[in-house]
């Protein structure tokens, strides 16, 4: 399954809109993951792991698309938030999936 339809699914888009795929719906989903990965880009997440199916980069598109999806704006500032506190853990990370930080988030539990 493509990053589109996992993000769509995670947003909680019909699946009729899903199968649908070349919707108007779709089509700005796209542009949004773009966006979303540009950004990413920028802020110095890894190519490797930007153009993997990591569960982590779709994590963080998504927050990304609940962001800017639709007009209702309501939680925008708090997706956002996310999208950058998992952006900043992704650039911490450099793609290994074991840093410090997270060691130590668990030594914490």
Known sequence: MAMLEKVMYRCGFPESVIEA????MTEQVS????DALE?????GVPESLL???DPRVIT???????????T???????YLDMFRRKTFRLTLD???GDNEIDK?????E
Not at 21 to 24: K, N, R, W
Not at 39 to 43: K, L, Q
């Open 21 to 24: 795929g070349a919707s108007q």
């Open 31 to 34: 542009d949004l993951i773009e």
């Open 39 to 43: 950004e990413m880009r920028g802020s």
């Open 51 to 53: 153009s993997s199916e």
């Open 60 to 70: 963080t598109v998504t927050m990304y698309v609940q962001a800017y999806r639709d």
């Open 72 to 78: 209702d704006r309501t939680d925008t500032d708090k």
């Open 94 to 96: 450099g793609g290994s």
């Open 104 to 108: 130590e988030d668990a030594d914490e």
